[in-house]
């Protein structure tokens, strides 16, 4: 979920365990979207996207719902690994010639 | 290819300082971007450009200007850096701004305002 201040939304889950990140977009005209990993001290890294004509992408590991009447995304990651502990970033695009838009981010913890 | 290269990795400034951070990009990509981002909170864009020759203010433009000196490179410049600039700097390329998915991030820039 989204959150404001100095402190991320944390999730932690157990080892093998799936994960399900969410995003609040704030734009109804968004018709892109991205979900970035941002792991401790480097730049965020792109994991997947989906576009506004889908309600449903997989990738390796990863899925991501896109619920445009509620303007909600998801990021499910299938059992989970150590190496997926990072803080993860929905962005939106909107059609036209205009940068991306970055959510707050949630901090995913791992437990072994 | 080295994708995206930020210089300095990390700085120290006191307050009514100046300096420039550079950023270079590889990928001959068109577009680029220099974000902030403090604790707890996302990316924040402060300028981009969207081609050679082109500069737009982003979200939090106050403060900062920023040079497109070619397709490759493209630097931010703090000229009376203050406490509140504080913060890492993140500087992207993509091939175009229709083109969000190639949307590649530097390894950052740590600056501290004293």
């Known amino acids: 979920g989204e959150s404001v201040g100095l402190h991320l939304p944390t999730l932690s889950v157990q080892e093998g365990d799936n994960s399900i990140i969410n995003c609040a977009y704030s734009n109804s005209a968004s018709d892109y979207f991205i979900w970035y990993k941002q792991e401790s001290g480097k730049g965020p890294q792109f994991i997947i996207d989906?576009?506004?004509?889908?309600d449903k992408r997989q990738g390796q590991r990863v899925t991501v719902l896109l619920n445009k009447t509620v303007k909600h995304l998801s990021l499910q990651i299938a059992a989970t690994q150590p190496g997926d502990s990072a803080v993860y970033f929905c962005?939106?695009?909107?059609?036209?010639?205009?940068?991306?838009?970055f959510g707050k981010g949630t901090r995913l913890s791992v437990i072994a | 290819n080295a994708g995206v290269t930020q210089t300095p990795k990390f700085q120290v400034l006191k307050t009514g300082q100046s300096m420039t951070l550079q950023c270079a990009q590889d990928m001959n990509h068109n577009s680029m971007y220099w974000y902030r981002q403090d604790p707890g909170m996302g990316l924040r864009l402060i300028y981009y450009s969207a081609s050679e020759g082109t500069t737009d203010k982003g979200e939090v433009p106050n403060g900062y200007n920023v040079s497109r000196l070619n397709k490759r490179e493209f630097s931010l410049r703090l000229e009376s850096a203050a406490p509140s600039q504080t913060s890492v700097y993140f500087c992207a390329s993509s091939e175009a701004l229709t083109h969000a998915e190639t949307e590649f991030f530097g390894p950052g820039t740590r600056l501290t305002v004293l």
């Open positions: 962005a939106e695009n909107m059609a036209g010639n205009t940068p991306l838009v």
């Open positions: 989906i576009r506004s004509n889908m």
